[in-house]
Nanobody, 124 residues
Framework: VQLQASGGGLVQAGGSLRLSCAAS????????MGWFRQAPGKEREFIAG????????YYTDSVKGRFTISRDNAKNTVYLQMNSLKVEDTAVYYCAAGRWKSQVTMDVRRYVLWGQGTLVTVSS
């Protein structure tokens, strides 16, 4: 399985972007998926995850109510809808796949496959 993230760009504060992460492979639906971000000088952080089974979603507090993760298993794609963007959301955003049929976790070390990252820049 390979992951390809897209959808990043430059947006003004208060605006919206939708990130996509397309996966190759036939068993995409069996993997929990996560979105992470890494700002300059900071560690990579979990921001959202979605389970492989019933699509239960998880968010870090800083994005709750603003970001929405979803997945379309028929299209092998996971999305991150980002609304009400803030300057502090500026970062490189990565999608990642967890282990087969495992639970969503915030632990970056539990994710075994990563997309290449897409840059989101929010201007004031």
């Amino acid at each position: 399985v390979q992951l390809q993230a897209s959808g990043g760009g430059l947006v003004q504060a208060g605006g919206s972007l939708r990130l996509s992460c397309a996966a190759s492979g036939r068993t995409f639906g069996d993997y929990p998926m996560g979105w992470f971000r890494q700002a300059p000088g900071k560690e990579r952080e979990f921001i959202a995850g979605i389970s492989w089974s019933v699509g239960t979603t998880y968010y870090t507090d800083s994005v709750k109510g603003r970001f929405t993760i979803s997945r379309d298993n028929a299209k092998n794609t996971v999305y991150l809808q980002m609304n009400s963007l803030k300057v502090e959301d500026t970062a490189v955003y990565y999608c990642a796949a967890g282990r087969w049929k495992s639970q969503v976790t915030m632990d970056v070390r539990r994710y075994v496959l990563w997309g290449q990252g897409t840059l989101v820049t929010v201007s004031s």
